[in-house]
């Protein structure tokens, strides 16, 4: 069992998931969400934005049966499901979503919608406009011309498409990590369409230290000299930066429990032949980590990736002046679910924001992950707290 997670983990924050059983397949399709222009939170227009979407379950009558599930930052909207029976992986949280389960398809319509500037743009199943998009003005793509945009655009997409549905409430919003911060803002910046939120590895403001933290994953790719401040779709990608944002990710989402298993089964000593005997050699557990990220680069965007670090660097809930005043504004019920070995959003930054939405009289809670995987407790381990998720939700 422990070599099958590891395996798992080796792909790198971006497809982790876990097989269904064949005879009884949740199935779904992605699809095309399309908006002839939009404005974004910093006022710029984009125009003819295209997203991708996937669902499960059935939509009731009187539409009030949606959970919206807000991905994380490596993520898209493939959360459950598979689009064949024999897909080797099905979505990143399928031990959660679908019939029977905590977020049960047999009762909720749960959708899920790819973020703007979406990091796999050269995944076949992602659906996205982001920088490596091609600007309808210029027939070339947009590069650095691309607009700023933040937490709330995600949203607002999303509440676009949930509109041309019909949809006018929903039951809950529910993500992990950079999909926590949309859930808070859902819940923030649209109080009356959110009764329940549950921010799973969360953070409803990127402080200072993690603001800080973030601007580590966009100077490798800065420092690459084929970025060519921002346009390179021409010429060669700036991959090996790329690869070395991935590195940084990978190692702040996991733990130094998980890197010391790592390191014994690659065989990691500190007195390595290679490394003691020149200084162009690296250990065994640096490279294991650097061709795990080679290996995705190629389905990812370095100008993307820029933009999404922005996006999260920008983000207080409600995109107001402070952290209290976004809090204030929500209504709902809410649940955090921190990662206690988290090294990325550490579980400060959960415990702060329910403390004070407690203190302004809400209704609150937060129950821990007690596992080793560090950040990614919350895509791998998620099934430990299938229960409180589902009893949150039942609630009235």
């Not at 005879?23 to 908006?35: G, I, Y």
């Not at 959360?79 to 399928?94: E, F, I, P, R, V």
């Not at 790719?221 to 700036?238: H, K, V």
């Amino acid at each position: 069992m422990k070599k099958i997670i590891l395996t798992i983990l080796c792909c790198l924050f971006f497809s982790f998931s876990y097989a269904n059983d064949t005879r009884d397949v949740l199935l779904t399709q992605k699809r095309s969400f399309q908006l002839p222009q939009f404005k974004t939170f910093g006022g710029e227009v984009i125009a003819e934005v295209n997203v991708g979407w996937e669902s499960y379950g059935t939509l009731n009558e009187l539409k009030d049966n949606v959970v919206l599930i807000t991905h994380y930052f490596s993520g898209n909207s493939h959360a459950a499901g598979k689009y064949h029976k024999d897909d080797s992986q099905a979505g990143y949280w399928d031990s959660l979503i679908g019939p029977g389960k905590a977020i049960d398809t047999n009762h909720f319509y749960v959708i899920s919608v790819d973020s703007l500037a979406n990091l796999g743009a050269y995944n076949p199943n992602v659906i996205t406009t982001g920088p490596s998009s091609i600007n309808p003005k210029t027939q070339k793509p947009y590069g650095l011309d691309f607009p700023v945009v933040t937490i709330r655009d995600f949203v607002n997409v999303q509440k676009a498409l949930l509109e041309s549905l019909g949809i006018t409430s929903l039951h809950a919003v529910v993500g992990p990590s950079m999909g926590s911060m949309q859930a808070i803002e859902w819940a923030s910046a649209y109080p009356n369409w959110v009764p329940r939120m549950i921010a799973v590895i969360p953070a409803a403001q990127s402080d200072a230290w993690t603001t800080a933290a973030l601007e580590q994953w966009a100077m490798p790719i800065r420092l690459d000299a084929n970025w060519n401040n921002g346009d390179y779709y021409q010429s060669t990608p700036p991959i090996e930066g790329l690869t070395a944002a991935l590195m940084l990710i990978t190692q702040q989402a996991l733990s130094p429990t998980f890197f010391n298993q790592q390191g014994a089964q690659v065989g990691y000593v500190p007195l390595e032949s290679g490394p003691l005997h020149d200084i162009r050699q690296t250990h065994s557990i640096v490279k294991w980590l650097y061709n795990r990220a080679k290996s995705r680069a190629s389905q990812m965007d370095a100008n993307n990736l820029l933009y999404l670090v922005r996006a999260c660097q920008l983000f207080v809930a409600g995109h107001q002046g402070s952290l209290q005043n976004g809090l204030k504004n929500i209504k709902g019920k809410t649940l955090f679910i921190p990662a206690q070995s988290d090294l990325l959003l550490m579980p400060y930054m959960a415990e702060l924001s329910q403390n004070l939405l407690q203190e302004q009289g809400n209704n609150t809670a937060i129950s821990p992950l007690d596992g080793q995987s560090g950040h990614l407790e919350g895509i791998l381990n998620i099934q430990e707290k299938a229960n409180r998720i589902r009893q949150f939700l039942e609630q009235d």
